[in-house]
């Protein structure tokens, strides 16, 4: 519709011009013009160059506007979405700390069931609030980059997982490439990594059942690295696929387990702070799949 009015805004300026020499408020002289054929083709080419040259320059500059302003709208919701993250922190952090230091004056009931159920709500509040703060500073803070081998940083989460209590009830495995060559390096913080993939294999611990199998696997694919965490739980239903890695979102079969529904939300994080990706497949009742993809190291 733009670009229609720009089109006929010569003829509109030309039409309002002869209505006003026609009603005689100028006066309507006659004018006479003689040119050869080439030097009025040379003259026309001239005048539709400039008119199409003016149509462009409106576009773009019209586009500038507007993708200017999207781009302030998007600076502006992220901002205010860092503020709210602190503040909630803040909101949650203070009364926390005056239950805790009423929960620490009651000395010698630690056998009553109820106060053990507080403790354990209080500790679950304190690591929501924990996550708050890292999500806040993954979006601010700067990262730390140095050479991350892949291998070795799953096969110490790997180790670390397997000595959980949780992790009795199934089998965790690794898959690791072993020729011609190992895994190339990924660029960034080892530790945000780290933290990645605990989250995904905490979650697969979580959903787990008696006998499952949880596969961690890495391989290199072109020129990236590619690493999964797969795993035999009930899965998660297409409707809610769409919705994992907002914060605070929990889907149905993560109700009934405890968390603080932020996990999914720092590895989306973590991964975009890499310039990596991410992908998750997933089938009721019989498993899901979590792909990272990050560019290997040069």
Known sequence: ???????????????????????????????YWRADVGTTMLGLGVVLSLAF????????WSQHGVQDAIERAQTQEIDAHRRFLRR??????????????ALANLDGRDDNPRLTSVRAQVDRLAKLGTDLRKLTDLETQPLEKDNVDP?????????????????????????????????????????????AFHNLVDNALKFSTQDAKIEVRAFEDGPSVVMQVADTGPGIGE???????????????????????????LVQSIVNRHQGTIEIRSRVGQGTVVTLRFPAAK
């Open 151 to 195: 291998g070795q940083l799953l096969t110490e989460l790997v180790l670390l997982m397997r000595e959980r209590p949780d992790a009795a009830r199934c089998q965790v495995h690794l898959t690791l490439p072993q020729a011609p060559w190992p895994l190339p390096f990924i660029v960034g913080d080892r530790d945000l990594l780290f933290l």
């Open 239 to 265: 409707d809610e696929l769409p919705h994992l890695g907002e914060e605070l979102y929990r889907g149905s079969a993560g109700r009934s387990v405890e968390g603080s529904g932020l996990g999914l939300a």
């Open 53 to 60: 040259m003016g149509g462009i320059a409106i576009q773009q």
């Open 1 to 31: 519709m733009k670009k229609f009015g720009l089109a006929i805004l010569p003829a509109a300026l030309g039409l309002v011009a002869a209505l006003v020499w026609q009603a005689g408020w100028l006066p309507n002289e006659i004018l």
């Open 88 to 101: 909630l922190d803040h909101e949650i952090k203070n009364p926390l700390t005056a239950i805790r230091a």
